[in-house]
């Protein structure tokens, strides 16, 4: 075992990860600005294509990070067919959904089931299915957008571990994205159900939603909330969520539905508002 996993085995990630989220919500000029300029000149961030362009303009690190883009930044496909990548980031995994198992990496696999948490019923649509997982690393956007139009019907909340989710973590820690931390958002679409996996990470301080913000666990393992008589309807496109430092998407797809686009492998780069897949 690297150092690398061993540390992340032994450190206290929750604790951590809220420190840093203290301070990433600090409002404190020096603070935040502290963060802010360290954090752009080390991932040379592109403060061109943000709404607002003045890094040191933002209330918080939070508000920086979670940073909203000028208008036509990502242009939407709006292809009736067209399916979209969620965000900005590398494609970690995509292809088909062997049975009940989602590959992660060389020599591991993760069972839809236990990542929609735990429900047979709830993960049955998706068996033999299609997926992909989108890596934000911290140098991308960081909201998570719909990939294809839904109405939401169901979120589950599910307390975990925070593993890093970069390359080298997930092919050593054995069902990485089924044991930390996420937030599922299930959707009816016209092609059938979808799921929009958002997965916390060492020191993600935090996961929203764009219909009821901030998600606050207060102490509890699983949350569930339907939505049948709540309507949220989102089109393709529009914002479902964003990450209060970098994470992992991932998305599900119903079986021989679509296809995602056959140039696309493990480490592509993808934008937010591209195609990466279509409807069969």
Known sequence: MSLFIAFQHLVPQHLLSRGIGRLAASQNTFIKNTFIKNFAAQYDINMAEALEENPLAYKSFNDFFTRALKPNARPIDNHPKAIISPADGAISQIGAISADKIFQAKGHDYSVVTLLGGDEQRAAPFIGGQFATVYLSPKDYHRVHMPFSGKLTQTIYLAGDLFSVNTTTAENVPNLFARNERLVCLFDTEIGRMAVVLVGAMIVAGIATAWSGKIDPKGEKIITINYHNKPVVLNKG?????????????????????????????TDNVKMGKAIGTII
């Open 238 to 266: 529009d914002q479902l969520g964003r990450f209060y430092l970098g994470s992992t998407a991932i998305v599900l797809f119903e079986k021989d539905v679509m296809q995602w686009q056959a140039n696309l492998t493990a």
